[in-house]
Structure formats: C-alpha cells, structure tokens
C-alpha cells in the first residue's frame, strides 16, 4: 500500500487519508512523527513525510550523524579549562 493512501481510524482526521491531513493540516503528521510510539501509524506517517521530503522511509533525522562525527571538532587536553 502507499502510504498516502493509509487512512485514520482515530482522532479528529478519523477517515482521512495521510494526503488529505497533511493538505488540510501538515503540523498534525509533524506531530505524530514526534509523539508516536513504534507502530503502524507512525511508521506509514514517516513513509509518506519520507517521500515528501524525497527520502527513503527508513531515513531518520540524525541521517548526517556520520558526516557530523567527521567534522566535529578535534580536542585536546589542553584545550579543556577544568
């Protein structure tokens, strides 16, 4: 199934589908990404924000982590003030 097409059976967009929430109310889908604990919901939600954003779905937010472990500072003993 695409995940635009997944639809609520809760909460105020109960029988709406993830595209028709996030064009009415694209903050809701941002929150269930934020607050949902593992599951369908929050895993069909991350699919479709995922392809929004033009990401594969099992992209998560530290995806650069690597890149910033790379570029982070170098410190020495010296350098610490304590």
Do not use: H
Not at 4 to 30: A, S
Not at 65 to 70: N, R, S, T
Request: hydrophobic share 30%.
């Amino acid at each position: 199934m695409n995940s635009k097409n997944f639809v609520f059976n809760f909460g105020k967009y109960k029988g709406k589908t993830i595209e028709e929430v996030f064009n009415i109310d694209d903050e809701y889908l941002f929150w269930i990404e934020k607050n949902f604990k593992p599951g369908i919901v929050l895993s069909e939600v991350k699919k479709f924000l995922n392809e929004e954003r033009n990401l594969p779905w099992n992209e998560t937010e530290n995806e650069n982590e690597e890149d910033f472990q790379e570029n982070e500072p170098q410190w020495n003993e010296n350098d610490i003030p304590f």
